[in-house]
């Protein structure tokens, strides 16, 4: 193998980039970004970037000896893949490689019949988060759809900057079935505590305008909330229209075996948009989660060097969040059946750590406000394997 | 120098934060004692919180390791070395010397 193609620029395919020189490959590597920035890193984005405390260049995922290894192909799109030819086509011309990333993440999914609206926002790239932030200005009422991470991180943001925040959850318990409904119930409280207003088992029926510009929104109920802002986090779509034709497996993203190699064993998926089988259970998963992307990196990489699996992806399963000045932890697999065990503090307090019991062993950690003793038990009772030095 | 804590706070496996403009990490990583800039070089995290193993430590945010001896990372996703600082016992009190150590990179 001379020649990789990455497509997809964000951590997953930085990431890749990185590995392939960090595993010795020597070959050219070309990074391609639909976006026209360095890579950067996400998840400022809802955090400290919105809330205009962190630098832009704070977000840089690759360095100048990063860079210097790489040819970076920036604001331009991968409009075909062509394994047959070996060749991907791009929105600005062909490349041909013995070996391609797949990296493309995906769309942040929006509200139907919304596109165009003034003050309505999603929050995946850095335009959007700059665009979110001119709006968050003082007096604005903010209405967040959906209360998962990225809707919990930005009402936290926005209630740092003293906006009126209102979150719209579809569910009974937003995160239920992330955390379990005990655990989730105490992510849920973080918002009243911190003056933010939740309203579960809300479905928006409409959005309302004047002009062109978003006013409020009506609930399936007929009720009518006022809003500046409405801010869409509803979750994300796989990258993955472009591969038709190519003969690639899609579905829910691009599907791959528990090493993260596609159909052919020279195209590998890594981050938002890979799709694998587990080595285990024999489940197809898909993770939307930072450490994910930057877990399988490694994995993907030594597989496709080597031609064939000599890696599986074994996920750790750990994903942070930050919210109102706390960060909360979760490391492993729970289920919503698992037992929770509050191993210190209750989920009341504004620290606490628990785990999750399924059949005698522990399954999950999640803490609040406490990580030295969260690491401890991520690496001591859910056993994850030391890493090599 | 800046005192940390007495020897008795200190077991092996454990560590101490000394607060401050920026932060220093002490650990005791098998009776050995080391200190380390607190916040990871990579984004702000306090590696005083982290897994320690052998003489690295993993940040508790995105488990990049760091060698307690050098303060040099070992895996992505940190680049650049945290500081090291020297550290002495004295009547069961431990202190660190407040200058960084000028680390043959």
């Known amino acids: 193998m001379k020649s990789v193609a990455i497509i997809g620029a964000s951590l997953a395919g930085a990431r890749a980039a990185q590995e392939l020189r960090a595993q010795g490959f020597d070959g050219r590597v070309v990074l391609v970004g639909e976006e026209p920035h360095q890579p950067y890193d996400r998840p400022p984005l809802s955090k400290a970037f919105l809330a205009g405390t962190a630098e832009r260049e704070s977000l840089d995922l690759l360095d100048a000896d990063d860079t210097a290894s790489l040819e970076l192909r920036l604001g331009t799109r991968a409009e075909r893949l062509d394994p047959a030819a070996g060749r991907v086509v791009l929105s600005d011309g062909e490349l041909a490689v013995d070996g391609v990333v797949l990296a493309t993440g995906g769309r942040a999914r929006t509200l139907p019949g919304t596109e165009g609206i003034a003050g309505v926002h999603v929050l995946r790239t850095l335009e959007d988060s700059l665009a979110l932030r001119e709006e968050l200005v003082p007096g604005a009422r903010i209405v967040i759809v959906g209360a998962g991470f990225i809707g919990a991180e930005v009402a936290s943001t926005a209630r740092s900057l003293g906006l009126d925040v209102t979150v719209l959850e579809a569910l009974e318990t937003p995160l239920a079935r992330v955390l379990g409904p005990r655990l989730a119930q105490a992510c849920a409280a973080l918002h009243a505590r911190h003056g933010t207003t939740l309203r579960c088992g809300a479905a928006v029926e409409t959005l309302l305008t004047t002009g062109a510009r978003v006013t409020g929104v009506r609930l399936s109920g007929g009720e009518e909330l006022p809003a500046d802002v409405v801010v869409v986090g509803i979750g994300m779509v796989p990258a993955t229209d472009w591969l038709a034709g190519s003969g690639l497996d899609v579905g829910n993203g691009v599907h791959t075996s528990s090493g993260l190699v596609t159909g052919l064993p020279n195209v590998v998926a890594v981050g938002d948009v890979a799709a694998y089988r587990h080595a285990e259970t024999g489940a197809r998963h898909r993770h939307e989660h930072w450490t994910n992307a930057s877990e399988q990196a490694p994995v993907a990489v030594a597989n496709l060097l080597a031609g064939h699996v000599t890696r599986h992806y074994a996920p750790s399963g750990y994903v942070w969040s930050d919210q109102y000045s706390g960060t909360l932890q979760l490391a492993g697999h729970p289920e919503p059946g698992d037992e929770v065990v509050f191993v210190e503090g209750t989920a009341e307090d504004g620290a606490f750590v628990a785990t999750y019991q399924r059949d005698g062993a522990t399954v999950g950690v999640f803490a609040l406000n406490s990580a030295k003793q969260f690491t401890r038990l991520r690496r001591q009772a859910l056993r994850r394997p030391a890493p090599v030095v | ?105």
């Open chain 2, 1 to 105: 120098m800046q005192r940390a804590c007495t020897v008795d706070e200190l077991p092996p496996g454990e560590s101490v934060r000394i607060a401050g403009a920026e932060p220093i990490a002490v650990f005791n990583a098998d009776g050995e004692l080391y200190a380390i800039d607190d916040t990871c070089s990579h984004q702000d995290a306090s590696l005083s919180e982290g897994w320690l193993e052998g003489c690295f430590v993993e940040c508790p945010l995105h488990a990049a390791l760091f060698d307690l001896r050098t303060g040099m990372p070992s895996c992505l996703p940190a680049k650049k070395p945290v500081r090291t600082y020297s550290v002495l016992v004295d009547e069961g009190v431990v202190y660190v010397q407040s200058d960084a150590r000028e680390n043959a990179a």
